[in-house]
């Protein structure tokens, strides 16, 4: 019995890796993600963080991209790729926990609210709703202004702010899932609550909650920048930090292009690269965009 269900497994992870290759966007946008976390973790083998001081510095202010320096320096002479680098480590982190909290209150909200149609369904939705108008930029930006500035404290503001979104998908998915048949016989033969959520329910969300993770990753990423550009940062270099910088210290007057251009193309690549990593796995795992393909 374990063999025949390992093979199935097996072959549902080659057909779902079959179909994935097909999309050569989605495959573009995972080897970029590859090496961008591999750099992020490999960053501490080669440099420290150093890099950021602006006492220890080799370089002078806003040098041009050059063979000693193929990014440039910032305002005090520190290298532009080192720093992006170094920053991947902390904007990435970011991403992957804000997104991961996200969707963990989104999930367990979505599917209570889905499950229970009573009155704890009707008031965890009220409380999805007012989440859901509230700005959430400004309501992070006055979370993590009041929490105070470090890595948990954005990766909580984040969080907190972003989980409406997924709740009210998964809810929908989780009355799709409900409203069939074996539901109403497991219930018939005594199912409990927990046995239909995390038996039934959960397994047929989670191939949507995947596809929401990357698209929530990128998000994060996003608001991570801009919240260090508008002054709620971790208090650690990140690329966000480093857009800040840039304006604080006139890059665009210096003429110090690169200073800008750089930081926003990282930005620019993580976050395009896991849209089109989450925009290939909803074309993947759900089956009506597949047959449409």
């Known amino acids: 019995m374990t063999s025949v269900a390992t093979t199935r497994r097996r072959q549902a992870l080659s057909r779902f890796w079959a179909d994935f290759r ?27 963080e150093s890099v950021t001081s602006v006492i220890d510095t080799t370089g002078d202010d806003f040098d041009a991209p050059s063979l000693a320096f193929p990014f440039g320096t910032d305002e005090s002479g520190r290298s532009i790729l080192l720093m992006v680098w170094w920053g991947s480590r902390t904007s990435l982190l970011i991403g992957f926990l804000a997104a991961l909290l996200s969707i963990v209150i989104g999930m367990v909200v979505g599917i209570a609210a889905g499950h229970f149609r009573g009155w704890l369904g009707a008031v965890l939705m009220r409380v999805t ?16 202004a009041i929490l105070g500035g470090s890595t948990f404290t ?14 009210r998908l998964i809810r929908a998915q989780t009355l ?9 016989r497991s219930k018939a033969l005594g ?9 039934h329910v959960l397994p047929n969300v989670a191939p949507l909650l995947l596809a929401s993770t990357t698209l929530e990753v990128a998000s994060a990423i996003v608001t991570e920048s801009t919240l260090a550009f508008l002054g709620a ?6 690329w966000g930090t480093m857009l800040r910088g840039s ?11 690169w200073y800008i251009l750089i930081p926003g193309l990282a930005i620019l690549a993580v976050v395009m690269a896991f849209t089109l990593v989450g925009r290939a796995l909803e074309a993947v795992l759900n089956p009506r965009l597949r047959r449409a393909a």
């Open 129 to 144: 709703d007012w989440f859901l108008v509230l700005p959430s930029l400004v309501t992070a930006l006055v979370l993590a």
């Open 22 to 48: 097909s999309h050569r966007a989605g495959v573009a946008g995972v080897v970029v993600l590859v090496v961008a976390v591999v750099l992020a973790l490999v960053a501490p083998l080669f440099i420290d």
């Open 247 to 257: 304006y604080d210290f006139g890059a665009a007057n210096e003429g110090a292009w």
């Open 233 to 238: 940062s971790a208090n650690k270099t990140s």
């Open 154 to 167: 954005i990766i909580m503001a984040i969080g907190i702010t972003t989980w409406p979104s997924t709740a």
């Open 191 to 199: 199912a409990g609550h927990w046995h239909i959520t995390t038996r």
């Open 176 to 184: 799709a899932v409900e409203s069939r048949p074996y539901i109403e």
